[in-house]
């Protein structure tokens, strides 16, 4: 069965810190890869998504970049954390070739920047 | 641009009412919908969707929804909810390049 792993869990930077969130899917190819960040009021927005190794689409402009090494896995970063980088990160995963099943999504990462 | 629109932010319901949450989209083509579920401290799951077919759709947990295309909702109903229903419920619609796009969420709280 397909699995989806996100680490660290929860995460504490002062600003001006780097960041490396973790996402690594298990159990399927080829997969759709996305990074959404969940702000309280504000829902779950869309930051990257990948539809291949190497291949990144970002949705809004900001101060993190994702990249994707090898094919199930996504990785979230930054040089130089804010304060307005805090909030809950979730990294998905869908099949390629459509969503009839939806997403699929991680246990997410509680990020603070302070 | 696809955009999703949840007007109630924080429900309030004693067990055993009935719940509707609203789910209106802004799409011009063909889009598919869902409903995710966020009880606390755990993954979103997703609770139903909707491709194609029979409007009223039915989920997991006696859940339901239905899609009504000259509205451009898909409002989310139950017909009793349980305690257990406590949690954020976010509607998602999807149009091109399977990107899905959230609503803001709307917090469901069911007191005993």
């Known amino acids: 069965s397909q699995t989806i792993h996100q680490w660290p869990a929860t995460l504490v930077q002062p600003v001006g810190s780097p960041l490396s969130l973790e996402c690594t899917v298990e159990g399927t190819s080829n997969p759709n890869l996305y990074w959404y960040r969940q702000a309280a009021g504000r829902g779950l927005q869309l930051l990257f998504y990948?539809?291949?190794?190497?291949?990144i689409s970002s949705e809004v402009p900001q101060n993190l970049s994702a990249s994707r090494p090898q094919d199930r896995q996504f990785i979230l970063s930054s040089k130089k954390l804010l304060l307005s980088d805090s909030g809950f990160y979730l990294c998905?995963?869908?099949?390629?070739?459509?969503?009839?099943?939806?997403?699929?999504f991680g246990s997410g990462t509680r990020l603070t920047v302070v | 641009a696809q955009s999703v629109s949840q007007h109630n932010h924080h429900v309030i319901l004693s067990e055993a009412a009935s719940l509707e949450l609203g789910c209106n989209y802004s799409y011009g083509g063909t889009v598919n919908l869902f409903w995710y579920v966020q009880y606390p401290g755990q993954h979103l799951q997703l609770l139903l969707k909707?491709?194609?077919?029979?409007?009223l759709v039915k989920g997991i947990k006696g859940f339901e929804a239905e899609f009504i295309k000259s509205k451009f909702s898909f409002n989310l109903r139950k017909p009793s909810v349980q305690w257990s229903d406590t949690a954020e419920y976010f509607c998602?619609?999807?149009?091109?390049?399977?990107?899905?796009?959230f609503g803001t969420g709307t917090r469901l709280q069911v007191t005993l």
């Open positions: 909707y491709f194609s077919g029979d409007p």
């Open positions: 998905a995963w869908s099949v390629r070739a459509g969503i009839s099943h939806g997403y699929t």
């Open positions: 998602a619609v999807t149009g091109t390049a399977s990107k899905l796009t």
């Open positions: 990948s539809v291949g190794i190497g291949q």
